[in-house]
């Protein structure tokens, strides 16, 4: 813990922050940034993950706040989805706290590796959806179904998160026969309610280092 004193920590928190925000409002994978520079700082990995949650807030916010209007035109789906995303957040930050130091470090070479591939498929997956959605009207699907799979996704995304707008756009790309853009929409207020809700959690655990939780969501 003793790298958190220097200026130099905290600008290498900070620029990873920033790099992380603009990287969500685009395509997800900001953690894949943030954790790694939180744990070379000397924070252990839990602590640096329930950090990095609280912290990247902010950026969930801003591009929520940025797509509101398409958001907010797809008030049936959220009344299913938002529900969905908040218990899976919040059952993935529990499973965070519960699974304990040891178990979470020796998970995190693999939790890099598939967000890792996450993003690899993230641009296929987007091409996907387009072309689903290309000359079809939008259409209802079954909004039980949808929320159950939306919550699998949350679950992950209170545990680890990155990656996570990669299976949600995934996953409302199978439900939803929509255009891109209302999708990109609707998984930014998904991912913003998984995070929150993880955040909110992990808030009363007392494994937050606030100092750089902080900086980071400043930047």
Known sequence: MEALNGWEGYALMAGAALLAGMINALAGGGTLITFPALVALGIPPVAANVTNTVALCPGYLGATLASWAEIKAQKERLLWLIP???LGGLLGGALLLLSGERLFRSLVPFLILLASLLLAVGEPVKRWAARRAAGKPAVRAAGLLAALAVGL?????????????VIVLAVLGIAFNDSLTRLNALKQAVALCVNLAAAIYFVFSGRVVWLAAAVMALA
């Open 84 to 86: 969905a995303s908040i």
């Open 153 to 165: 996704a949350a679950v992950y995304g209170g545990y680890f998160g990155a990656g996570l707008s």
